[in-house]
């Protein structure tokens, strides 16, 4: 395994006795990745150590608003701005199997790293780390990676938690000498799908590894005096906030934290502060599809009328733009751009949502059985988990009719089995550390990783790890 050059690599912060860490936590720009590191942030925060958050400059108001101190680096990336060109209607008519590519982001291995990984073969992967890293991984992290180490070297950071897709941080935590480990947002598909890579190239004949991930991420610390090793790739650790039951995992050293809810400003509203007299369920399919994708990939007006007639009481949140679009809102529904879900949830009989990272886990977090309707990324697979457990029932967004949605509800709602499923998967959540309880946890392992910095994730996990 490769070795790192340690030549130009500062000394770290030398702590003694109890003086703070200080932790560094870097996400790109999107809501969606920041919210889920918010409660581990305060956790450290209230345990006395010193916490900044790094993002491109337009993710620092959401820093902020969090009540967390921002360090905004670089330009803002143009994701968003390029994935938008292939997601509205009328690039749908012009080429409907790229846009349907688009927006179900059929450009992961998602389905095949979970069904049959023994068929990611290795022209395919290489192809896809290719086309990653030229069109996700460069965009996302490019536009702030140098002024992000710059800081890193002058604050000297001891610990570096990245999102997934935040290289980045592994960079500037490499330059400056700190520890550093991933915190997911979701299933590590990404880790797992390394994994399969790295053996299938340890078969391959010395001209023919060609390792665009690997080759990016070398040039990037090969400008601060390093070399490439796998943690830059996957962290010297992960931070798992999923339950046994969802989980995907690599050959990798994974620390377990428990699910927070966190989705931003939070405020009550007065109808939400009395019993509806009759089940209430929560309709809501995340705030990316509408950001992002041109709305959600299904007919809300159908869903909307094929609920009309059930004797619930029905909370959608669709946003104003979407809104607009409505012919009409049915008598038992109540339609709101947003409502705090960890409020709106534990009064819920049923849910209906994407299987997003964020959302199912709020649901799950209170027992709530579920009708997952998912779309891209993870959400398939972590919808089919939940059905799987017993805890809800999975419907691909492609094929989420009115009719279909209607007997589901109806389903859920019937089966005692389903809240049973749902409970077993919240005790799950429950039995894990909360954010407070990891804090001890990072204290203790922070300097041995600290110290093994550039050794790669299969050196032996530590025993704190599982």
């Known amino acids: 395994m490769e070795t790192t050059d340690q030549v130009r690599t500062p000394p770290p912060r030398r702590l003694r006795g109890r003086e703070p860490l200080r932790v560094l936590f870097v ?18 925060r209230s345990a006395g150590h010193e916490v900044r958050v790094a993002s491109q400059p337009a993710l620092a108001g959401t820093i ?18 390029s994935v938008s060109r292939f997601t509205g209607k009328r690039f749908a008519e012009l080429d409907p199997a790229a846009h349907a590519a688009v927006r179900g982001t059929r450009i992961l291995p998602f389905e ?4 049959a990984p023994e068929d990611l073969d290795w022209d395919y992967l290489a192809t896809m780390y290719a086309d990653l890293v030229r069109t996700w991984y460069k965009t996302v992290n490019n536009t702030m990676v140098d002024d992000l180490t710059d800081f890193a070297l002058a604050w000297k950071p001891d610990l570096v938690l990245w999102e997934a897709n935040s290289y980045a941080g592994a960079i500037a935590a490499r330059s400056s000498g700190a520890a550093h480990g991933r915190l997911l947002s979701g299933m590590d598909i990404f880790g797992c799908t390394r994994q399969r890579f790295r053996d299938l190239r340890g078969s391959r004949a010395p001209h023919d590894r060609a390792d665009p991930l690997a080759d990016w991420l070398g040039a990037r610390i090969g400008n601060r005096g390093g070399r490439f090793t796998e943690d830059l790739a996957v962290g010297q650790f992960t931070i798992d906030q999923l339950p046994d039951a969802l989980r995907m995992t690599a050959d990798l050293h994974y620390l377990r934290m428990r699910y927070v809810p966190y989705s931003g400003h939070a405020v009550v509203p007065g ?28 007919a809300v007006q159908e869903l909307l009328d094929s609920l009309a007639d059930l004797d619930i009481d029905l909370v959608a949140t669709i946003a104003e733009r979407e809104r607009a679009e409505l012919r009409g809102i049915p008598g038992n529904a109540r339609v709101v751009p947003s409502v705090p879900l960890h409020a709106l949830l534990p009064g819920c009989s049923a849910a209906i949502h994407h299987a997003g990272f964020g959302t199912l886990c709020s649901a799950l977090n209170y027992g709530v059985p579920a009708l997952c309707v998912p779309e891209r990324f993870d959400e398939p697979a972590l919808a089919r988990r939940v059905a799987r ?41 429950h039995e ?7 804090v001890p946890e990072l204290e203790k392992v922070v300097p041995e990783y600290r110290a093994r910095s550039g050794l790669g994730p299969r050196q032996g996990a530590h025993p704190k790890f599982g």
Not at 64 to 81: M, N, Q, S
Request: aromatic fraction near 8%.
């Open 27 to 44: 996400t790109y720009a999107a809501n969606s990745h920041f919210y889920p590191m918010v409660p581990l942030a305060w956790a450290l």
């Open 64 to 81: 902020t608003d969090a009540g967390l101190t921002a360090v905004p680096l670089g330009r803002d990336h143009h994701l968003w701005r």
């Open 112 to 115: 095949r790293v979970e069904h």
């Open 271 to 298: 109808w939400l502060r009395s019993e509806p007299g009759r089940p209430r369920v929560a309709l809501t399919l995340g705030v990316t599809a509408a950001a992002y994708f041109d709305g959600h990939g299904l």
């Open 389 to 429: 457990h017993g805890a809800g029932l999975a419907l691909p967004m492609t094929e989420a009719t009115g009719d279909k949605v209607r007997a589901m509800v109806e389903r859920l709602l019937e089966k005692d089995s389903f809240r049973t499923g749902a409970r077993s998967l919240r005790n799950q959540m």
């Open 432 to 438: 894990l550390p909360a954010p407070s309880e990891v």
